[in-house]
């Protein structure tokens, strides 16, 4: 026997008649934080220290940022994760924090000081990062306090930053150690430039965007051949020699340092070999041959501008061309531009149009379709530019990372992203890490004054200058910082402690789980992986769990410009965290990009409301007598064969669920505990309860309500790591067995085989197969018209004898249920003694309902309409089988579930097409 005991919180008949998150959960949250349950070593917690730990490291919002549906999103499948593993009794460990977000930040700050009337430059870098440090003082707290409101039970006592002392020192000592590897290497490169923003950028900050340009042909003159027979650069017919190239960047023509063709071009083949006069900066530059040009685009002399576009750099590499950058930091032309220095690009490009009319060599100028890179924050045009910068090399770290998937160390989830993955790190280049910021990690790199590079790890830099030993009085360190993906990438590692030995670091590295976005696999997960290989020489985490974007009700990513875009926190307001939670879990899937709409969120309260009308019903409705002590649990005499059944439909549930939380097919659990919920218990288990709640047996009484509340514990259980609120509101209210702790945040995991003990099958099935009955006669009833209140005669033909057994208990119930006076028979002949009756063919038996006046041409109707759709779901379920991806790749659960479905739709299209005969 197990023991219940009465929840302490508050009794049945305080349970308020609607749930209303907006009190409940904030005080829910606030009972969590005082027992001090987030931490795997908290005074509440009450984890089994000797099973493995499951660990995430929160992706790091940004700081200056705000709580989005991709915020709550990530963060609600993190916490129901991190929520499963700790009701396992696993030692869990969930930190968060946040990011500094560098460019981002000072983006945000220069608008503010901008109000003020100050900028950067006349604050100065001192003042300027003081400055900064009060901001971050300001706005730090906000986002972790909006992840509170969607119930995250993260360890707050362990929150990180990225710019914090531990952070720091992580960052020094990693890119000392890539240093000495010789991975860490200063160079003159050509590299992402925002002119707007006045800094460096990486790939993922700059925007792809396709726009409508011009493509411009410009006739270049050829210089004349020394002893030719023409002069000045004449042709033998008297007019000047001249090359057509075309250029979407008329302004770049400033820096060209060649003009190429293809070897294989006839058109050219000639030329190849002589000189070319650049216009407006008179620079004599060669005429070459090249592979990479494309002979189709344009006119197929394409000009080589190496200082501004990296297909021209290698081609000047292959060439040993000079490299000429005609821009200053903002975008303006500098002095190499002649008489067009000072202007912007813009500018400049429409004076040199105009003049190349003038000049006459503007052959032509057509609409061209381009994709220009700008920059995510500012939306300035990004420029390619030569610019000297610290890189990292990243191809052995990146060979690491590939061998620990390859080897399964870590696995990627869903698996087709591998191949993204590898694909991505096999042409990998390498790392621009330079920023010319001022918020962020600076680089630990100093120069003395004979040009010597000394690296530290030391927070107050090194001693002298490791080459020639200058004093550090005589040593500048480098202005640039780092880019904010570096320190990113040291995340898992540097949040517990790394480079020292910290227990934390022993015991909860490396990660179990890290999840984010796929959009980020490149930027973030690689570079973490690459980094944790190197560095640590293991792998981060064990898996990467890959989740897509929150798209509106017609698949159209969410923006404020678009005017689609929903704030988390008003939804929260409104319907709730656990709303707002399980609608987001619910239509979810690793990798899958979903819809959420209006529909959804309130699909989400009702769902939550009726899981709460249930537990006040059942709290409600606990039998008189019945004593407020421990409660013998389950009452095995006294089970009726609809307590089996449920009892089975829970074990079930249990089942299924886990297996879908443990292939984090967490949208399919979230159906699943919706289904058992919503359909089995409150639809069917709650109304067959309510017949034997009424009987005057006590114990009959006893036993059923025994079992309402002993399927309402393992639900709510299932469901906490979703919907966390609600559950636990309701199951401080429930009879638990004794020794579970006050909170369900920390009461054990339901298990599947316990819960297979409890229910006999075969008065289970029964109850299922009269439940098909009745199901079968309601939608018979609702489609043949007939009024929902009228009691009908009905025939019913039990084949099934599991069925025919629990017909005999619950006789009463199923007339109640399905609305008719019906009679057995044991001869399927003796149906048809109700002519023109209306038919229902279920799995386990057969009725025939009297059809009250109702049109028997609506019935042939009917039965047409179902054959359809049975043989349509048919099709599709077998179709759906005979794929192999679905069979090897679905949660086992799925694939059961399809093949049990396809042996009832055989049977189930062989009765219709016989009735139809009939």
Not at 820 to 840: C, K, N
Request: proline share 6%; with cysteine; glycine share 8%.
């Amino acid at each position: 026997m197990n023991e219940q005991q009465p929840g302490t919180d508050s009794d049945a008949t305080e349970m308020p008649k609607a749930y209303r998150p907006a009190e409940i959960e904030p005080r829910v949250y606030a009972r969590w934080l005082a027992a001090d349950v987030f931490a795997p070593d908290g005074v509440g917690s009450r984890a089994d220290q000797t099973k493995p730990p499951f660990v995430i490291i929160q992706p790091p919002p940004n700081v200056t940022g705000a709580l989005h549906l991709g915020h709550a999103a990530r963060g609600t499948v993190e916490d129901l994760m991190t929520r499963r593993a700790r009701m396992q009794c696993r030692p869990t460990l969930w930190l968060p924090g946040v990011d500094h977000a560098s460019i981002a930040a000072q983006y945000v700050l220069d608008s503010v000081i901008a109000a003020e009337g100050e900028t950067r430059q006349s604050l100065g870098r001192k003042r300027y990062l003081e400055r900064m440090w009060r901001f971050m003082e300001e706005t730090r707290s906000v986002i972790s306090d909006q992840h509170r409101r969607l119930g995250l039970s993260a360890d707050w006592s362990r929150e990180r930053f990225t710019m914090d002392d531990g952070s720091a020192q992580a960052v020094r000592t990693s890119f000392k150690q890539l240093h000495d590897d010789g991975l860490a290497y200063r160079a003159e490169k050509l590299i992402n430039w925002c002119p707007g923003c006045q800094t460096s950028l990486s790939d993922l900050e700059v925007i792809a965007t396709p726009e409508t340009g011009t493509l411009w042909s410009v006739r270049y003159h050829l210089v004349p051949e020394a002893g030719a027979g023409a002069t000045s650069g004449e042709a033998a017919s008297g007019d000047p020699e001249t090359i057509t190239v075309a250029t979407t960047r008329p302004e770049t023509i400033l820096g060209d340092t060649a003009v190429a063709v293809h070897p294989d071009d006839e058109r050219y083949r000639h030329l190849v070999g002589r000189r070319v006069r650049i216009p407006f900066v008179d620079r004599i530059v060669p005429l070459i041959a090249d592979q990479a040009v494309e002979r189709d685009f344009g006119t197929g002399a394409v000009k080589i501008t190496p200082g501004h576009d990296q297909a021209d750099l290698e081609t000047a590499q292959r060439h040993d061309l000079p490299i000429i950058d005609v821009m200053e930091d903002d975008g303006s032309i500098n002095g190499s531009g002649a008489s067009f220095a000072g202007l912007t690009g813009m500018a400049a490009r429409r004076r040199i149009v105009a003049e190349l009319e003038t000049m006459g060599d503007l052959v032509v100028a057509i609409p061209h379709e381009m994709v220009i890179g700008r920059c995510q924050r500012s939306d300035d045009i990004v420029e390619p530019r030569i610019k000297v910068q610290w890189f990292i090399s990243v191809k052995p770290m990146a060979e690491r990372a590939m061998a620990a998937v390859r080897s399964g160390r870590t696995r990627i989830v869903p698996q087709r992203y591998e191949k993204v993955f590898f694909d991505w790190l096999e042409n990998i280049r390498d790392w621009n890490v330079s920023r010319q910021l001022w918020w962020g990690h600076r680089i630990p790199a100093w120069y003395c004054l004979d040009g010597h590079i000394t690296v530290s790890e030391k927070a107050e830099g090194p001693e002298a200058c490791a080459i020639c030993g200058r004093p550090a009085d005589e040593l500048r360190q480098d202005e640039d910082i780092f880019d904010t993906w570096f320190s990113s990438g040291l995340w898992p590692f540097s949040t517990l402690g790394w480079p020292e030995a910290t227990e934390d670091l022993r015991r909860y590295y490396p990660g179990t789980v890290m999840e984010t976005a796929y959009e980020i696999l490149f930027f973030w997960v690689a570079r973490m992986m690459m980094l944790g290989e190197w560095l640590t020489t293991r792998a981060p985490f064990e898996t990467v769990l890959l989740g897509g974007l929150v798209r509106d009700p017609y698949g159209k990513k969410m923006s404020k410009t678009r005017g689609n875009g929903v704030d988390p926190l008003d939804i929260i307001d409104e319907l709730g965290a656990d709303a707002l939670r399980f609608a987001l879990v619910h239509g979810s899937g690793p990798g899958a990009d979903q819809r959420l709409g209006r529909s959804q969120l309130e699909g989400a309260r009702n769902f939550g409301n009726k899981l709460w009308n249930a537990a006040r019903f059942v709290l409600g409705s606990r039998p008189e007598g019945m004593p407020d002590g421990p409660l013998d649990l389950p009452v095995g005499g006294h089970l009726g064969p609809a307590e089996h059944w449920i009892l089975a439909r829970c074990a079930r549930t249990v089942e299924d669920v886990e297996e879908a939380y443990t292939t984090f097919a967490f949208g399919e659990a979230a159906r699943l505990l919706h289904d058992a919920i919503w359909n089995e218990y409150c639809d069917w288990y709650l109304e067959l309860a309510k017949v034997r709640l009424a009987e005057e047996d006590p114990a009959r009484k006893a036993a059923t309500w025994a079992v309402l509340t002993w399927v309402l514990d393992r639900y709510v259980r299932l469901l906490h790591p979703i919907m966390p609120h609600l559950t636990e509101e309701i199951w401080g209210r429930l009879p638990r067995l004794p020794g579970e702790p006050d909170l369900l945040m920390v009461a054990r995991w339901p298990d599947a085989g316990r819960e297979k003990a409890l229910a006999d099958e075969a008065q289970a099935r029964g109850v299922a197969g009269l439940i098909g009955l009745v199901s079968g006669i309601r939608n018979a009833r609702a489609e043949a018209g007939i009024e929902a209140g009228a009691w009908l005669p009905a025939l019913l033909h039990i084949i099934d004898p599991d069925t025919l057994a629990a017909y005999g208990t619950l006789a009463s119930a199923v007339e109640r249920l399905a609305r008719v006076r019906p009679q057995l028979v044991s001869d399927r002949i003796e149906l048809e003694q109700l002519e023109g009756a209306l038919t229902v063919l279920g799995s386990h038996g057969e009725a025939r309902i009297s059809r009250g006046g109702s049109d028997p041409a609506r019935e042939r109707e009917r039965l047409s309409k179902e054959l359809v759709e049975a043989e349509r779901m048919l099709a599709e379920t077998g179709s759906r089988l005979a794929d192999r991806r679905f069979v090897e790749r679905a949660p086992v659960v799925v694939v059961e579930g399809a093949r049990e479905r396809l042996t009832y739709l055989v049977e189930r299209v062989e009765r219709l097409r016989a009735r139809l005969r009939a």
